[in-house]
C-alpha cells in the first residue's frame, strides 16, 4: 500500500524557518517524481515545488522561490521541503504529493506550518 | 503563474449530469495535454479523478469523465450520486511549473 507521510509542520515566527519531511513507503520512491501543494485554511490548492526521480529537475512557484528548497534522499525513502524567510501566507497545509503521468496520483495527510507572531 | 479559472460551485439533482470548466490559457491547458482533475471532501486529502485531459486512474468511476476544447478543460459528472458533493479541482503543466484553478463547489439537491 502507497504511503506518504508528512511531518515537521508547526507555528514559527515570520522571518523564521522550517524543515518538512515526507516518508514514503510501500513503493519505490526512486521512480517517481515528486511534489509539494499547499492548502491555506479555507483555500484552494496551490502547487508548490517539483522535484524529478534523480532530483536532476527542479521546478518551484514563484511564491516561493528562492525561499523553499525541496530535495529527496532516496535511500531514505524521503522528500523534504526546507522553508525559508518564512511569511504569513505561507500558513498552509503541505502536502507531499508523488506524481505519475503528470497527475498527482497519491497525496499525504498533510501537515499544518502556522506562521504566525 | 495565474491560477485556472472554475466556477465558485455547480449544482445538481441526483440522476443528472453536471460540467465543471476549467479555463486556462495557451501556455497551459491549450498548449499541454496535462490536465488533471481532484476531489476533495471536506477535511479530506485531494483525490485523482481524471489525468492527461481524458483518463481515468483505476478504481475512478466510469461515471466522471474529461474533456478539453482549445484553452478550456471539462469535467462532467454523470448520474449524480450524493456522494459525489465535494470541492473539484483542475489542474494544468504550463511548461515548468503546475497551476490549480480555483475550485468548484459540486452540490448535490
Known amino acids: 500500500e502507497v504511503q506518504l507521510v508528512e511531518s515537521g509542520g508547526r507555528l514559527v515566527q515570520p522571518g523564521g524557518s522550517l524543515r518538512l519531511s515526507c516518508a514514503a513507503s510501500?513503493?519505490?520512491?526512486?521512480?517517481?517524481?515528486m511534489n509539494w501543494v499547499r492548502q491555506a485554511p479555507g483555500k484552494g490548492l496551490e502547487w508548490v515545488s517539483y522535484?524529478?526521480?534523480?532530483?536532476?529537475?527542479?521546478h518551484s512557484a514563484d511564491s516561493v522561490m528562492g525561499r523553499f528548497t525541496i530535495s529527496r534522499d532516496n535511500a531514505k525513502n524521503s522528500l523534504y521541503l526546507q522553508m525559508n524567510s518564512l511569511r504569513a501566507e505561507d500558513t498552509a497545509v503541505y502536502y507531499c504529493?508523488?506524481?505519475?503521468?503528470?497527475?498527482?496520483?497519491?497525496w499525504g495527510q498533510g501537515t499544518l506550518v502556522t506562521v504566525s507572531s | 503563474q495565474s491560477a485556472l479559472t472554475q466556477p465558485a460551485s455547480v449544482s445538481g439533482s441526483p440522476g443528472q449530469s453536471i460540467t465543471i470548466s476549467c479555463t486556462g490559457t495557451?501556455?497551459?491547458?491549450?498548449?499541454?495535454?496535462?490536465v488533471s482533475w481532484y476531489q476533495q471532501h471536506p477535511g479530506k486529502v485531494p483525490k485523482l479523478m481524471i489525468y492527461?485531459?481524458?483518463k481515468r486512474p483505476s478504481g475512478v468511476s466510469n461515471r466522471f469523465s474529461g474533456s478539453k476544447s482549445g484553452n478550456t478543460a471539462s469535467l462532467t459528472i454523470s448520474g449524480l450520486q450524493a456522494e459525489d458533493e465535494a470541492d473539484y479541482y483542475c489542474?494544468?503543466?504550463?511548461?515548468?511549473?503546475?497551476?490549480f484553478g480555483g475550485g468548484t463547489k459540486v452540490t448535490v439537491l
Open positions: 504529493a508523488r506524481m505519475d503521468n503528470y497527475g498527482f496520483d497519491y
Open positions: 492527461e485531459v481524458t
Open positions: 522535484i524529478s526521480s534523480s532530483s536532476d529537475t527542479i
Open positions: 510501500g513503493f519505490s520512491l526512486s521512480r517517481y517524481s
Open positions: 489542474c494544468s503543466y504550463a511548461g515548468s511549473y503546475w497551476v
Open positions: 495557451s501556455s497551459d491547458v491549450e498548449r499541454y495535454n496535462l
